[in-house]
């Protein structure tokens, strides 16, 4: 079998990942394919004063955020034709691990942890889906940011998925990790998809976390 599109979102033991990515980026290279690596937001977590853009550096001090990190530094130096590096920013969908945990803490009368110092945008499965479907179709390549395109204080956002759960009175649990705003938000500015790609925060909330 010789794909001629790959879509790496693998998870797993780190050391391994590096590895297979090693194998994908050569593949590419003497093949007629092109690999599209999911990549994160933390690969900028050690910026905190701004949103970060497409062309900005990347530094990270997670152990998370170097690791995509090493393999986005794979990628940068294939073809730019034979590659695209799709950051992503917290991913909140109706079956994902976020939500069920979070509606889980709700019912069991558990405390939910909320940043109230952490600002970021989001997105969900759906509308990465839709994305990520228009830049293969289209040929695209090179550095995306794909998530909403305002941005939003974690409490916040956490409440008004939690106002959706049902009539409880949730706990949450304030954490802060330092007395100012932080960012951890991905925006596009020079690779920018067309407006009915384009959603906000309040859509994600909306239409998509907790029909």
Do not use: C, W
Request: glycine share 4%; hydrophobic share 40%; net charge positive.
């Amino acid at each position: 079998m010789q794909p001629h599109i790959i879509i790496s979102a693998l998870r797993g033991h780190f050391a391994a990942q590096i590895i297979a990515h090693q194998h994908l980026t050569e593949y590419v290279l003497n093949h007629q394919a092109r690999l599209y690596f999911l990549s994160s937001a933390n690969v900028f977590d050690a910026y905190s004063k701004y949103p970060s853009y497409e062309t900005d550096k990347t530094l990270s001090e997670s152990i998370y955020g170097r690791l995509k990190i090493k393999i986005e530094n794979m990628l940068l130096r294939l073809p730019q034709e034979k590659m695209g590096i799709l950051r992503i920013p917290m991913v909140f969908g109706n079956g994902s691990p976020r939500i069920k945990e979070m509606k889980d803490l709700v019912l069991a009368n558990e405390p939910v942890e909320v940043f109230p110092n952490l600002i970021i945008n989001v997105t969900n499965d759906d509308k990465l889906t839709q994305q990520i479907h228009y830049i293969i179709n289209r040929n695209k390549t090179g550095v995306f940011h794909l998530g909403s395109k305002d941005l939003v204080h974690h409490e916040e956002f956490t409440k008004e998925i939690l106002d959706r759960v049902g009539t409880f009175n949730p706990i949450l649990k304030r954490v802060y990790t330092t007395n100012e705003d932080r960012y951890l938000a991905v925006l596009p500015k020079t690779n920018k998809l067309p407006k009915n790609l384009q959603f906000s925060y309040q859509e994600i909330i909306d239409h998509h976390v907790l029909k």
